[in-house]
């Protein structure tokens, strides 16, 4: 299946948050970067849980909607 990101100019920086996680480089991230296709701000955040051996096991996101026009 493919997933398309919207706005597809921060889908690049998306898909490697994703690969960094994946390959365990990072155990956070976090910005703020628009969620919808009407570019709506969110702050976006994931952390990372590791199994008994530090592997990556899965990671949590959430996204909060940026209010009033602050930022990160």
């Given at each position: 299946m493919r997933w398309e990101y919207s706005p597809p100019d921060y889908a690049d920086k998306y898909r490697e948050w994703m690969?960094?996680?994946?390959?365990?480089?990072v155990d956070k991230l976090e910005g703020v970067i628009p969620l919808t296709v009407g570019r709506v701000p969110f702050h976006v955040?994931?952390?990372l849980e590791r199994d008994e051996n530090g592997h990556p096991l899965k990671a949590y996101g959430s996204a909060t909607l940026v209010v009033d026009g602050e930022e990160d």
């Open positions: 690969r960094k996680l994946d390959r365990g480089e955040r994931y952390t």
